[in-house]
């Protein structure tokens, strides 16, 4: 269709503070469906005035104006050219659902609202679920709806995620912050946000102490009540999206999981061979056609909300999961990765030990890139499969068992996984627990079973290729350190050095394997 655009914006008053809202219109006097998008990423437009910001965004949203669709976009309470103070998902239900009505007594409304978003801006519309009747559709990417596992994994806490809250909080507000990415492994943590933000961030503060699912807070409205079943029973058409190397991808499965068959029929997962902003990044590969908009089209998005309208073609299925076959670089769709047999792969034989100092913690790559070589400075162990006998494809999640001991009453255990062939060893996966989160409580040296479950892959595993198993404590970029003693690290203000024992022989990894 033709494209005779008409834009403007309008400061919405929401609870006494003025939010930023732009409208972009095909027409100026029809009505359309209206795609909805909040953001706090906008501190780059904040000092132009407000015709250039138009101008700026109208470019990204043209695509969307010319098939017949409203967008409007606002920036998030306190962020770009909205007043308040930005603290990351205390106002997004209210600011959400206004913005919402609002809409609804709109001349353009033709009666449809679509969500969308990604990462941050995806969990800002699980905020305000249940979705009313006419949000007819929506797509969220690479961020999961449990702010549980978001802050934690097994009960360790990932330093990326606090390290974006600090950044964003308050980020107009002047404070002057003092911290940086080990911050927050300081001792103890109580306390932290007075010490690095000059402002008591108590939402952060009872974050920190909630280092169990099961704790209180992550029942209450800022640690994701609503936030947590969004999609579940959602019971519109969601077009989820991720990749292999996401830290959030394990939660985005168990979102496809979790959806109750009704909305999942309706629904759609692409997965690709990529990371959060799905992409090839130094020190990593490149795959054939491993972007979404490079195998499914740069207007990929818009496709499917015109599907939901109008039954358009897509290039993959509903109601399924299509995902990136890695290395042997193809997409398919189908099932939920789990038609598979799996094959148990022995770690060796005896014993090995490593020394865990949470005063100088092991770091190591992340997924997606080229594993560090194996060193011998004793504060990690490698292990490796025999060479594979002929080509096999693994998908799904990949478990292991592993039998050890620790010098300390409690410890952490992590556990790498990488694709080690004659040119590089490609990183896979982690995962991470300790003994006491695990076990409920540990006496120090005992010998104990640790479980580990990586988050879901599909990748070929080449004739001559093996598996390199990096066994450590924690790994520095992701995790705060564990202190090596029992009870709530919120509170520990001392570290105890721990000497960690792998008994290789009566530990297994599970290999799912096609068949």
């Known amino acids: ?240 999206s991720t990749g292999y190397n996401d830290f959030y991808i394990g939660g985005m499965f168990d979102m496809w999981k979790n959806m109750d068959e009704q909305t999942k029929r309706k629904s759609a997962f692409l997965v690709s061979p990529y990371n959060h902003s799905d992409g090839y990044v130094e020190g990593g590969l490149s795959f054939p056609n491993g972007k979404r908009s490079e195998q499914f089209g740069a207007e990929y998005k818009i496709d499917w909300i015109d599907n939901i309208r109008f039954g358009t073609p897509l290039l993959y299925s509903k109601g399924e999961i299509t995902y990136y076959r890695t290395f042997e670089n193809t997409w398919k769709s189908g099932g939920e990765l789990s038609d598979t047999k799996e094959i148990r792969i022995p770690l060796g034989k005896g014993e090995k030990s490593f020394e865990y100092n949470p005063a100088n913690p092991t770091a190591f790559s992340a997924e997606g890139t080229f594993a560090e070589e194996s060193d011998s400075s004793g504060d990690y162990i490698s292990v490796y499969t025999k060479p594979f006998e002929r080509d096999v494809f693994i998908k799904g999640k990949i478990k292991a068992k592993l039998k050890v001991a620790s010098s300390c009453d409690d410890s952490s255990f992590y556990v790498r996984l990488s694709i080690k062939n004659n040119q590089h060893s490609y990183v896979l996966r982690h995962d991470i627990t300790s003994l006491c989160y695990q076990l409920g409580d540990y006496t120090k040296n005992n010998i104990v079973t640790l479980d580990f479950s990586f988050d879901e892959y599909a990748f070929l595993l080449k004739k001559g290729d093996c598996l390199r198993i990096d066994i450590a404590s924690t790994d520095n970029n992701t995790y705060v350190v564990h202190t090596n003693k029992k009870g709530n690290y919120y509170l520990q203000d001392t570290v105890e050095k721990a000497v960690n024992t792998v008994y290789l022989e009566q530990s297994y990894f599970y290999v799912p394997v096609e068949q």
Not at 100 to 129: D, K, M, P, V
Not at 217 to 229: A, D, L, M, P, S
């Open 1 to 240: 269709m033709n494209c005779d655009c008409y834009l403007y914006y309008e400061y919405l008053n929401v609870s006494g503070e003025n939010l930023f809202t732009m409208i972009f219109l095909p027409d100026k006097n029809k009505k359309y469906p209206v795609v909805v998008y909040r953001s706090p990423y906008v501190s780059a437009v904040v000092d132009k005035p407000e015709d250039e910001i138009l101008q700026t965004y109208y470019k990204t949203f043209v695509g969307w104006l010319k098939r017949g669709y409203a967008v409007v976009y606002q920036h998030c309470r306190g962020q770009g050219k909205s007043t308040g103070a930005f603290v990351p998902y205390i106002h997004e239900r209210e600011d959400g659902l206004t913005l919402r009505e609002w809409i609804r007594r709109q001349s353009f409304y033709n009666g449809e609202i679509f969500l969308l978003g990604a990462s941050y801006t995806a969990s800002l519309h699980y905020a305000t679920a249940p979705f009313e009747d006419d949000v007819k559709g929506a797509i969220f990417e690479v961020q999961d709806s449990d702010r549980y596992r978001l802050w934690y994994r097994n009960g360790q806490m990932r330093k990326g995620h606090a390290n974006w809250h600090f950044w964003l909080y308050k980020s107009k507000c002047g404070l002057n912050k003092k911290y940086n990415i080990d911050s927050f492994s300081e001792r103890p943590l109580k306390n932290l946000s007075d010490r690095v933000l000059g402002d008591r961030a108590e939402d952060f503060e009872q974050m920190l102490k909630a280092q169990y699912p099961s704790d209180d807070f992550w029942n209450t409205r800022f640690g994701g009540r609503e936030t947590k079943n969004a999609v579940t029973n959602a019971n519109i058409p969601i077009l989820l």
